[in-house]
């Protein structure tokens, strides 16, 4: 198997059989409960997850940034012409993945209404499986745009895992664990389900790896570096 097939394959059947898990579980609906207190959420009001919370997008829009300079810098000085592929793809994926894909699309347009909407939890609203569409515009739950954010710092990894692969791999598992910790800051406010969280990583990560082959990463005109 070739390692462009695994880079689709395993993320997308992590994806979909952990879905197929929390449907039959019920893991939804039981871990929401358990920061659900007399129809509140108060563990979401606490530190460090309400800071979580207003750190928001702060750290991506910042990467991304940096990828904006890194390709303005590359397109200008001829040195520097291999800053602007990496740079450029930060700024695309950003955009396209919690920007266009999460936020733009789904969440405004797939209709899950969120914990606390729900009559689960003191809402008027029904609970809904990820696969099931809801009214457009009536509910923002699928996917979490603040764990996409999140995720969205393992970006870097696509960039380094050729060239130096160390340094790729701790962008990688950095970039999840903050979206591990943004997930469980929204899933304690009542925000998000913990599916929600889950495809937040499925579709900016597979949005990453598509990128990262259109865009010809997987190519370089010299051997991978040893970090």
């Not at 389900?193 to 499925?202: I, K, M, N, Q, R």
Request: glycine letters at 12%; aromatic letters at 12%; charged letters at 15%.
């Amino acid at each position: 198997m070739s390692i462009k097939i695994r880079d689709f394959l395993i993320p997308a059947t992590l994806l979909l059989v952990a879905t197929v898990l929390i449907g039959i579980t019920g893991a939804d609906l039981k871990m929401s409960s358990l920061f659900c207190i007399n129809g509140t959420w108060p563990i979401g009001d606490q530190q460090p997850w309400h800071f979580l919370y207003l750190l928001d997008r702060i750290p991506s829009i910042g990467l991304g940034v940096c990828g904006l300079a890194a390709a303005v810098a590359g397109g200008i000085s001829h040195q520097r012409r291999h800053w602007v592929k990496p740079g450029l793809f930060l700024v695309i994926l950003l955009a396209v993945g919690p920007g266009l894909t999460v936020n733009a699309l789904f969440k405004e347009y797939w209709g899950r209404p969120r914990p606390r909407e729900v009559i689960q939890f003191g809402g008027t609203k029904e609970f809904l499986h990820p696969w099931q569409k809801g009214t457009a515009h009536k509910g923002r739950s699928f996917p979490s745009g603040h764990s996409s954010a999140a995720f969205y710092l393992s970006a870097p990894f696509f960039i380094l895992r050729r060239r130096k692969p160390r340094a790729a791999t701790l962008w990688l598992w950095g970039g999840i664990g903050f979206g591990l910790l943004m997930s469980i800051a929204r899933i304690t406010q009542g925000g998000h389900f913990l599916s929600d969280t889950l495809w937040a990583w499925g579709m900016v990560h597979l949005l990453a790896v598509s990128l990262y082959y259109l865009m010809g990463l997987d190519r370089t005109d010299s051997p991978p570096l040893k970090d």
